[in-house]
């Protein structure tokens, strides 16, 4: 990366290598993508859940829970921070608001893994070439991507959050699957048939994949 605006990277003195000793356990980003109502949400919670259980270090990081802070939409930031300000940091669904709101994903998830931490995303993240550079930011191995491949008539059954009615009806614009893209992954490391088997059994395949990596050891 070019460097002309007088920043330097510092080594930390604690390495990575000494977080993951203490921990028992390397850091790496496991990162779920797949269109609403797939299960993206489900999947990293309960697998989030199983690892504490074994006293593990994980975090979730969640579509709709970013988007209310780090990455909130204009209208939400508009009454602290003014006009020029919400329209400039504030992010939406377009194509590069997206594109902007993975990369600031990605970079927190990579703060996370290298803190030792298992760090799960939940984030539709459409593009193919947003995720991409993502993983090219990471070390071989720690970016694990997790098609979470559940047909969209089955979401749109679902449609927990009513949203899927919403952009039929012609009351949301660009939603994902219905009038904006979705491009899944060439070459994930896990895809999951999420529309067949209960939560926990595709946690296990998660799990099964982390062990055989030596990622964790249960
Ligand atoms: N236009 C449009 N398209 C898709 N999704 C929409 C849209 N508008 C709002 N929502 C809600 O936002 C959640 C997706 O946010 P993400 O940050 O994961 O999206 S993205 O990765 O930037 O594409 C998504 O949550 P999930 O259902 O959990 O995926 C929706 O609740
Ligand atoms: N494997 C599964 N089998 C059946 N229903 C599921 C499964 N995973 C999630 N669900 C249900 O589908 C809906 C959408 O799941 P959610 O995790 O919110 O998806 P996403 O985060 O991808 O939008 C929720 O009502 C959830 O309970």
């Known amino acids: 990366m070019t460097n002309d605006t007088n920043v330097t990277w510092h080594e930390h003195q604690v390495a990575r290598s000494d977080r993951e000793a203490m921990k028992g356990h390397k850091g790496c980003v496991v990162w779920f993508t797949g269109l609403s109502g797939s299960g993206k949400s489900t999947l990293a919670n309960t697998l989030d859940h199983r690892l504490h259980g074994h006293r593990l270090h994980s975090a979730v ?4 829970n970013v988007r209310h802070a780090l990455n909130a939409s204009p209208s939400m930031l508009r009454s602290v921070h003014g006009d020029d300000f919400a329209e400039r ?3 939406g669904f377009s194509a590069i608001d997206r594109e902007e709101n993975i990369r600031r994903i990605g970079a927190v998830a990579q703060l996370f893994s290298q803190a030792g931490i298992i760090a799960l995303t939940a984030f539709i993240s459409p593009y193919r070439q947003d995720r991409d550079r993502v993983r090219a930011t990471m070390a071989p191995g720690e970016f694990i991507e997790v ?5 969209i008539e089955i979401c749109e059954q679902r449609d927990p959050k009513g949203l899927y009615k919403k952009a039929r009806a012609g009351e949301i614009k660009g939603f994902t699957g219905i009038d904006d893209p979705y491009e899944q992954p060439l070459s994930p490391e896990l895809t999951l048939y999420a529309g067949q088997k209960s939560p926990g059994e595709l946690v296990d ?4 994949y982390l062990q055989e990596r030596e990622i964790v050891r249960l």
């Open 61 to 64: 990081l969640d579509g709709d």
């Open 89 to 91: 940091f504030g992010l």
């Open 147 to 151: 098609f979470v491949d559940t047909p």
């Open 205 to 208: 395949e998660v799990i099964q």
